[in-house]
């Protein structure tokens, strides 16, 4: 794999975003993402995943210069995959534990959505979904998920306000669960891992599609309308300007 | 109009209730709304509206004592429409910010759940959905627009309890979202409707539909039949002798 | 009765489980509480419901080891009826108050959860559900219920974590409303009953269905697929060997 490093030390599997310099998401992340994630769905030994990014980034979000060149059915296709990505990483049969490790924004923070349990470092690191900042909207999916997490009211602030908010306050609102310095967000990862991986398995899985199902249809039921709706949004002319003005830095 | 009140300083438009000396919301205040939003809804220069209302209430809620004059039939007539204005407002494509001026009773109250942002004076104002305390029961629709706002289970103390609450008890249940003194609020207003006006119509108009059309759907849903056994809860002997006492000092 | 002993002072009625030394839920106990309730829903003097037990336990939970020796199919049709108790008391017509007089596990905190308001008492007792713990699972309406009072984020850590909360976490969770001593107890109950009753009896009805009919119809429309779903796990060999360990002192 180009972008993915993954690793399994005995029942922990770890994946880490490595697409220097700010795991920026492009199709060929979303499908190493999706392969990582099926092989482990089977993988008898793994218990439990660990997703992680290298660097100050987890995730900058979606590769706005790649996909500026993009035209607009094939980008279409492509945020079909993506929003099916976050959905069955939302609805994976096994716990996975998101180790914030720098800024995590927009496309990024929907994957943390989808985990069971987020860590964040507490340094510099922002937590963000600052979609409406340069005119863009979001995808149903994604709301579903940031109203399961923090519910809808602090969904509406965060939608609205496009706000970056620091892993404290993001703990305030429930975004994060944890903060842990960057020092320790490995071993605190691991050791939540394996608290979850300690768990009845048959167990974990139903309690989690006991909780999840009834949010995973309401997302499925109008995904394929907001990703036509999204796509809309970022081919209008506004829209595309303030893209343009998006620099990724490296 | 007569009791409404509409200016537009810019790109923000303010609306203010004034039916001396409480509020009270009659036929006529919900039609002349109704015009106002539908009006202010098309107009291109206006990208964010203020609600707010003259005197120590935003609104006493229904005008009971007129209402008790009308037959079931215009009665329930009239709730229609004034369930369809609360979800007309819910639903609004562009940002609403409550200015909660003075006392936010019952249907006021529901008045300003339906808007994105609620500010309230400081001083003795309440606000309060106290239906149960003169043995009415409420909407379907409002009891969705308060959980969306505050959660379920505070749903249900708010309701249960029919309790007045003050603006600083109101923030902690999250019925508002900000406090200010009374000479600042027109000014904290503009504030607020300026950062929602500078962000982008159509991506934050796209973003409150993904938030909000599936509490919409769900308040559509079941808005009727509410509204039927509402208005038999009113005319029945017990209620009907409650509601006689309730006075409107003016 | 057997297990349950009822009693009514003016229009309070209080239900004590008394099964002991734990109160342990077994068919017998399932059968009293819904004839007492069903009792209590038609009788016109009583205007509210104290839900309650003797001891050291509010309840154990089912009665593991008795269960263990029924059939599948015997322990099916045990948790249709117990399922159906907690969503007929979850819609009871007339308001419930849980004083939680001490351990509230697994059953016995789905039970609670279907009540309208939970003291708990502050010494040694817990609030529990604890299933993942011993390889089992829960069913979807408690799951409904769980996440109606403490919405779906803390849902998940409940569930996931298995924990067992002392009464002043489980306030801080929104598990129960308020803590007493075990001295104040019943006497609080009591005025949180009497005021209860003081309420219009028709609107409280009314307001109660607008507020969980939603969720009870929710939890009706899966609640058998996860009752077959809760007997597999219960009947696999792994989860059998955990229940095995669990035992009832008395």
Not at 37 to 55: C, M, R, S
Not at 73 to 89: A, G, Q, R, V
Not at 126 to 140: D, Q
Not at 146 to 170: N, Q, T
């Amino acid at each position: 794999m180009k972008f993915i490093h993954l690793s399994t030390d005995e029942n922990i599997a770890t994946i880490v975003l490595n697409r220097p310099k700010v795991n920026a998401i492009n199709e060929i992340v979303v499908e190493e993402l999706g392969d990582c994630f099926q092989k482990l769905a089977t993988d008898q030994n793994v218990k439990a995943v660990i997703l992680t990014g290298e660097g100050s980034f987890f995730s900058f979000g979606l590769d706005v210069p790649e996909f500026l060149g993009y035209s607009k059915d094939s980008f279409t296709e492509f945020l079909i995959k993506f929003t099916d990505l976050y959905s069955y990483i939302f609805q994976f049969p096994k716990p996975v534990v998101a180790a914030l490790n720098g800024h995590t924004i927009a496309g990024g923070c929907m994957l943390a959505l989808a985990c069971d349990y987020r860590l964040m470092v507490s340094e510099k690191a922002k937590i963000s979904l600052n979609e409406i900042t340069f005119g863009s909207t979001v995808f149903h999916g994604s709301v579903q998920m940031l109203k399961y997490c923090i519910g809808e009211r602090s969904a509406e602030s965060v939608l609205y306000g496009g706000s970056m908010y620091s892993a404290e306050e993001a703990k305030g609102l429930g975004l994060i669960d944890e903060v842990v310095s960057k020092d320790n967000l490995r071993e605190v990862a691991e050791k939540v891992a394996q608290n979850f991986a300690g768990k009845d398995s048959r167990a974990f899985r139903d309690i989690k599609m006991l909780l999840r199902k009834h949010v995973a249809e309401e997302m499925r039921r109008r995904e394929h309308d907001s990703i036509l709706e999204f796509a809309d949004i970022w081919y209008s002319e506004s829209t595309r300007e303030k893209l343009k003005k998006i620099k990724i830095r490296d």
